[in-house]
């Protein structure tokens, strides 16, 4: 079901010419369209049904209940704040927006995440290491919640020696008021990782096991944006999603864009990953369309990928070595990596006289923990 068209329009007059009662009369008899703070679960398994609480304003209830897909499908119950959710298998994986509304307006648009691996809730009481909630099989999806000021979540789960454990969450990128960290505990209490950032403010934890035991993972986190006061948060809106995996685990494509109109055999680059190679298929997309998502064993459960209308290059192709290579041709883009931290991409660009070029490294944007400096030079490598 898609959202009723509202059609809008301005009429000017003036205050003068009106009695103040009839004024007040006017405001307090307007209507109040759906808004919506949180979801909780945030998302769920493709495939599952599953019941939501929405928190917000909504008055009457129920509302009526729209999602960008046709593959979910939602049924406000009897019951205030409570939704019924259906997804079909055959739904995208990835993030969806979910809307409410009325005769009166929509809310403003909040993001569900649909996954393609098993999804669970925590279970409180789970705020120290020895009562943390066990996990007792990877790969997983855990919807979760800190719920009070200075709440602290605790998982407890089982590696092998050898065995790395990749641990992300989602929390600020699906709205939440946080800014969360990730700890991880070895059976005497004693941290052995942490992570406080890695997807923008959402935290990535990579961890290879020295030997057999229990660990926990700990969840808690800081104010977004910062208070003045520096204390671990917590409240009604801070939800998350923490993806627990021994699996394979993807973290960028090389290279990070498609061309439009063309197909690419693309590179992953991660953790535990046995076949890091992925098909992208640009050759059908429609006109406007700048991104596919592709399902990929990752953090998410899925991958964006880039539709370029330039070509796309590997930096290992087209590097500078001690062969020297034919110049390049703008436009063009080129995915690369820095393997260290002395490392310097250098690439020769043809270019005219009085021709206008411009320059951008994109990093953050994807989610690496590069800070780039770019740097132009002249055939006799004086800087420009």
Known sequence: MTPPHFSFFIFHFSLRSIPLFLLLTALSSQAVPPTIDSLFPPGAQRGTPITIKVEGKFDPWPPQAWADSPTIHLKPTTAPSKIEVQIDKECPVGPHVVRLYNADGSSSPKLFVVSDEREILEAEPNDEPTKAQSVSALPVTINGQLEKS???DCYSLHLDAGQRLVASLQGRRLGSPMDPMLHLLAPDGIEVAFAHDG?????????SAPKSADYVVRVSAFAYPPAADVKLTGGKNDFYRLHLTTGPCARFTAPAA????????????GSNLA???????????????????LTTPSPDGFLPLEVSDVPQLLDTDVRNSDKPLPPLTAPIVITGRLLNSTEEARFTLAAKKGEVLRFSVRAGALYSPLDAVLRIEDADHKPL
Do not use: E, I, M, N
């Open 150 to 152: 200075g709440d602290v």
């Open 258 to 269: 498609v061309q439009r109109g063309q197909k690419a055999d693309l590179t992953l680059v």
């Open 199 to 207: 997807l923008g403010l959402d935290p990535l934890l990579a961890f």
């Open 275 to 293: 076949s890091p190679h992925l098909p992208a298929d640009a050759t059908t997309l429609a006109p406007d369309q700048r991104r596919l998502v």
